[in-house]
């Protein structure tokens, strides 16, 4: 008998405040392990020109994704500026269920629904190595005025304080480190990157002040 057959897969679970790297570190990981599966997002909102229904996002109109709400098909779903986002929850059941291990991309308050409808799953949290350098991303996109900047980064210092509810911590200060401690995570060598490191305290301090 397979794996497949007879062992559960593993969700893991990526979240970190905007201006991080955590779609860089992501994409990085999904190269390394092309068996990974990545979660496709439902969104309400318009497909950009570059985009493909069923391979960046699932788009649909509001009416049919509060149709699934209604009908409890989503792990987590939110409303951001006005979109709809949402996981599904037979998408990553079918996955899990045939063995294979699947990575999500989301948002705090995502990672919150999907720890309560799945608690074993596996939360990882992406940190910037200080404030400076989450600002310099943000201001690195080179899209946005000073004051949407200034937004952003209140939001995204708003966000780190959510780091204690998720297993893991990884701090973006050199890009191919953080994608092996990323990497070492999914593939199960991750223990010494636990989230109660004294360094991930130490910082998350600095940050917030």
């Known amino acids: 008998m397979t794996a497949s057959q007879n062992k559960r897969g593993k969700l893991f679970v990526v979240a970190a405040p905007s201006g991080t790297g ?6 990085a990981l999904m190269e390394k392990m092309p068996e990974l599966r990545f979660s496709i997002s439902y969104t309400t909102r318009a497909k950009r020109e570059n985009e493909r229904h069923g391979h960046d996002y699932f788009f649909v109109p509001k009416a049919e994704f509060e ?4 009908a409890g098909e989503f792990l987590e779903h939110a409303n951001v500026y006005g979109n709809f986002y949402g996981t599904s929850r037979e998408q ?32 990882i949290f992406i940190l910037p190595p200080s404030r400076a350098a989450l600002e310099s991303r943000l201001r690195g996109r080179k899209t946005d005025s000073d004051e949407v900047i200034a937004r952003r980064l209140r939001a995204s210092i ?3 304080s959510h780091w204690a509810e998720f297993d893991y911590v990884v701090i973006n200060d ?24 004294p360094e991930v305290r130490q910082l998350v301090a600095r940050l917030l002040e």
């Open 22 to 27: 955590k779609t860089s570190l992501v994409r």
């Open 158 to 160: 708003e966000d780190l």
């Open 174 to 197: 050199d890009f191919e480190r953080a994608a092996a401690e990323l990497e070492a995570i999914v593939r199960g060598a991750g223990e010494h990157l636990r989230r109660d490191r």
């Open 92 to 123: 990553v059941e079918q996955v899990l269920a045939a063995g294979e291990n699947m990575l999500l991309e989301i948002d705090w308050q995502g990672a919150q629904q999907i720890a309560r409808a799945l608690p074993e799953r596996r939360s």
């Open 67 to 70: 149709r699934m709400i209604a």
